[in-house]
């Protein structure tokens, strides 16, 4: 009940915000864009050196605009000194390609834990807040301008919380943390965790009905923790008459599924979820359509990359994205001993032959046998070029409510029929924004 009273307490905030969003961007920002994905990369002292030597290899690919680290810059086993804290920023913040840090489980959510040194959670995020998120740019040398949702008086505290923009792309990162989101069961208040879920839903709601206006044309969240997108929990009428007690604990991801579910029908285009997954993944990442409505209806424009990689001190996806691809990203996993030179590779004018590390459409590859033809990949006969809005009103208003099922919304994965085929690497010049 208490999240629910504040998420209609942020509801009315909508209208009165504005972000001065640019309109047709779609139209303007149609470059192509690079953009690397790390996580769980510094969990000892001995990973500080491969790191840098990644993020220097990450640095020397001129087709990456800005880092993502994905979350837990610390490892379980570490305790959350102050000391370990500026370390790992002053490792971060020495990168030459912007860097977006995201905090993880490790990185607060554990550390009353006796092996982190029995801290208390809520001190160590609000260090980091203080530490990481003291304005409004990212770490690195050539840092980007972030909007943080600390810009909200309602949300002051909440600095980690960020959107940013380029080439057409709207970005959400979110402080989401592994497990299942730093809910606690314990008796009375949870108040860390409702007042971080009131400012995640206003966040999210507002930044996809920001993307719409300004006609982005894809919207990519960025969160730490696993939210078990199999893990359904329909709305009950009659909640509040039931006493009985479930086994199971109460899903500390519950309002951000709903919230997904919400950005997902007011963008109404490709929204890409990534996060952390918690089960090793043999190709480094997992791409399916895993979220449902209320009314137990696949969200087709929704797309989940949860990333797994065997070793995060070397290895990071590299996510291309293009207007005239379709579908409009493709996904890799890169290696810091596969870049070799600092200048970018020359065009190629026939694709290479295959590689080690070679793109996939983000379509969900298949259980189909390997010996199947792999056909080419094409967006169904429904899904249009592009979402034209002509009707936007001239003030925001409340969150809309659902015009018809997740169904209807136009698909962005080609139905699986066998593995996807290879791709090639983008030519070289690609120009990617800040």
């Not at 590779?345 to 010996?371: G, L, T």
């Amino acid at each position: 009940m208490a999240v629910a009273a504040r998420l209609s307490c942020a509801a009315a905030i909508i209208a009165a915000l504005a972000y001065g969003a640019t309109p047709h961007a779609h139209a303007e920002n149609s470059e192509p864009l690079g953009f690397a994905v790390i996580a769980d990369a510094l969990t000892r002292p001995a990973d500080e050196a491969p790191v840098r030597r990644m993020l220097d290899a990450i640095a020397r690919d001129a087709n990456v605009a800005f880092i993502v680290y994905d979350g837990n810059f610390k490892g379980a086993s570490e305790q959350c000194r102050d000391g370990i804290y500026q370390a790992r920023h002053d490792l971060l913040d020495a990168s030459r390609t912007p860097l977006v840090m995201l905090p993880g489980q490790h990185d607060w959510a554990d550390c009353g834990s006796a092996h982190a040194g029995g801290y208390d959670p809520v001190e160590r995020l609000d260090f980091i807040r203080q530490l990481f998120f003291a304005d409004a740019s990212s770490l690195g040398q050539n840092p980007l301008t972030l909007s943080r949702e600390s810009d909200v008086a309602r949300f002051r505290t909440f600095r980690e919380i960020v959107r940013w923009q380029s080439q057409g792309v709207a970005f959400i990162g979110l402080n989401a943390p592994s497990p299942n989101n730093h809910y606690l069961t314990a008796g009375g208040r949870n108040g860390e965790f409702e007042d971080r879920a009131v400012a995640t839903t206003f966040w999210l709601e507002h930044a996809a009905e920001t993307a719409r206006r300004s006609d982005m044309r894809a919207l990519v969240i960025l969160l730490q923790g696993d939210p078990d997108f199999s893990r359904y929990e329909r709305r009950e009428r009659f909640a509040w008459l039931r006493f009985s007690h479930s086994s199971q604990p109460r899903d500390g991801f519950l309002e951000l599924k709903r919230s997904l579910v919400k950005a997902a029908d007011i963008f109404r285009g490709p929204v890409i979820v990534i996060h952390a997954s918690e089960a090793p993944e043999p190709n480094g990442f997992r791409i399916d359509q895993p979220l449902r409505n209320d009314k137990g209806l696949i969200v087709t424009n929704l797309t989940r990359i949860a990333i797994a990689f065997k070793r995060p001190q070397s290895q990071w996806l590299e996510v291309q994205t293009d207007a005239q691809w379709h579908p409009p990203f493709r996904l890799r996993v890169r290696d810091t001993k596969d870049v070799r030179a600092r200048e970018p590779v020359e065009p190629q004018s026939e694709p290479p032959a295959q590689s080690s590390a070679p793109y996939a459409p983000y379509p969900m590859p298949s259980s189909a046998p390997a010996s199947a033809p792999a056909p080419e990949p094409t967006l169904p006969a429904s899904m249009p070029p592009a979402l034209p809005r002509n009707d936007l009103p001239e003030s925001l208003p409340a969150p809309p409510s659902m015009p018809m099922p997740a169904s209807d919304l136009p698909p962005i994965l080609t139905p699986p029929q066998s593995l996807p085929p290879l791709y090639p690497v983008p030519a070289s010049g690609v120009q990617n924004g800040g």
